[in-house]
């Protein structure tokens, strides 16, 4: 089975925090999204695949480490997910980014799903699957199977915030996927939102309630 990573780093656990305060406005919570997306993209990408390059300094000739130059795909799922995009990106630059359009019903709480556009050569890219919050779990491992319908074979899920719920459905779903959470936290409500979690990411990111 792949691996599950709860990211211990009192730098994360500070920024999610400050997310998970109620008083934190909006345009404070896009940065968090954004620096912790980064520190998560630092622990996701260590097993990519590096190979050795000859390079001058302006002292001597020497063998340097730089990246095999695997393609990488970023995938947010619509709308929180966008909120981890940038964060990526400012790590990854030339990776291509796909979108995936899911809502859950609010009564049935299972995904809907209303977009999905991926790279053409997707099959050939590592994808990086995001999304703030994994609740029960539905929503990730629809994403998950769309992805891998359209033929990507190593795919990635990172969240900001996951219910244990979450976790156990996306990895029985999806064993052959590693999952790398900023934090775990209790549980779900009845209503199906994270205990003690941050509210409504998708709403929180763009203001909308
Ligand atoms: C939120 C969140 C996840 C989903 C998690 O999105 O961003 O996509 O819920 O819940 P699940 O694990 O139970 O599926 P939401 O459906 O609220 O849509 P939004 O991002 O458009 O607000
Ligand atoms: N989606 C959210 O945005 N927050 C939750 O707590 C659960 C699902």
Redesign the pocket.
Known sequence: MAKTLILDHPLIKHKIAIMRDKTTGTKAFKELAKEISMLMCYEATRDLATKDKEIETPVTKTTCTVLAGRKLAVVP??????GMVDGMLALIPSAKVGHI????N?ET????EYYCKMPSDIEERDVFVV?????????????IKLIKQKGAKNIKFL?LIA?P??IK?LQETHPDVDIFCAALDEK?NEH?Y?VPGLG????R??G?K
Not at 109 to 112: T, Y
Request: negative net charge; hydrophobic residues 40%; contains cysteine.
């Open positions: 799922i619509l709308r929180a997910g966008l359009g899911l809502y859950r609010e709480l299972e995904p809907v999304d703030p919050m994994l609740a029960t779990g539905g929503s990730a491992c629809d994403a969240c219910a719920e979450g459905k779900l199906g994270i409504d990411a998708g709403d990111i763009f909308t």
